[in-house]
């Protein structure tokens, strides 16, 4: 399904309606957007702060992320980011650019690359590029969707990653900022996405309100300077690399919450 389907406003209810109603309420409470929703799930984060203060606090800089949740990771790194800068922009599913409160902050990008996609598409990676150029902080997820259940290792796999980040990093010097989100989703996600991986994007909704009370952990690297990252290294060897950076961080889980760390496999 690509960005003109006549299913669109259908799939944009089951994806963004219940998120579009907290962020209204939020956006009403007159705090820091992200933030406020954050506290009306009762939903937390477990950083270090030594780990913020790696986020650069001015300066182009391209945070990539794993992908286990959805709308989870892209609401703690905002409320993250919101303390240290103010040029934050997400490389996100179009039907993020529907929701009037981020609307401002998301590059549309479909996945799907359906009827339409690649206008789309194009003119979000070159206003990516004109933003990093600009000095201001993009962040994305390579995976493009989120983690999938592997029944052989029966545990959350990564999907592979696109060259974008290191293709940006490439064009505009710009250092690249791994970030580790520990956990997964719900059983019921994953049934759905065996199915039909859209299938999972109906529950949306339901995997960001079930996360309430719950506190996610997140851990972030330090930022990989371009020329580092791309020494001897062509893009897709430097994608694998910074792949392989981020899911590194994986096992910073024991250091803040011991054995009982939200990288253990909770499917509730």
Aim: hydrophobic share 45%; with cysteine.
């Amino acid at each position: 399904m690509g960005a003109f389907s006549p299913l669109a406003p259908v799939c944009y209810r089951w994806l963004f309606g219940e998120v579009e109603e907290l962020l209204g309420s939020a956006t009403e409470s007159g705090r820091p957007l992200f933030p406020a929703v954050l506290e009306m799930l009762d939903l937390k984060y477990n950083c270090a702060p030594d780990e913020i203060l790696s986020i650069p606090q001015k300066g182009p800089v391209i945070l990539v992320s794993n992908h286990p949740y959805g709308i989870v990771e892209v609401l703690i790194l905002g409320a993250i980011l919101n303390g240290v800068r103010g040029d934050v922009r997400f490389l996100a599913h179009y039907m993020a650019k529907s929701v009037p409160q981020i609307r401002d902050l998301v590059f549309p990008i479909d996945p799907v690359r359906g009827q339409g996609s690649l206008a789309i598409n194009q003119r979000s990676l070159k206003q990516s590029v004109r933003h990093l150029r600009a000095g201001g902080a993009l962040v994305l997820f390579p995976a493009g969707r989120q983690a999938s259940f592997d029944f052989s290792t029966r545990g959350i796999r990564e999907g592979p990653w696109t060259r974008t980040a290191a293709l940006f990093s490439k064009w505009t010097d710009a250092p690249v900022l791994p970030v580790f989100f520990h956990g997964c989703n719900s059983w019921r996600f994953y049934a759905a996405t065996t199915i039909h991986p859209l299938l999972g994007d109906a529950f949306a909704g339901r995997e960001l309100t079930n996360k309430r009370g719950r506190t996610i952990r997140t851990s972030i690297g330090v930022p990989l300077e371009s020329p580092d990252l791309l020494k001897g290294r062509g893009l897709r060897a430097a994608t694998e690399y910074l792949r392989a950076q981020t899911l590194a961080l994986a096992d910073r889980a024991t250091l803040a919450q011991g054995p009982a760390s939200s990288n253990m496999l909770d499917f509730r």
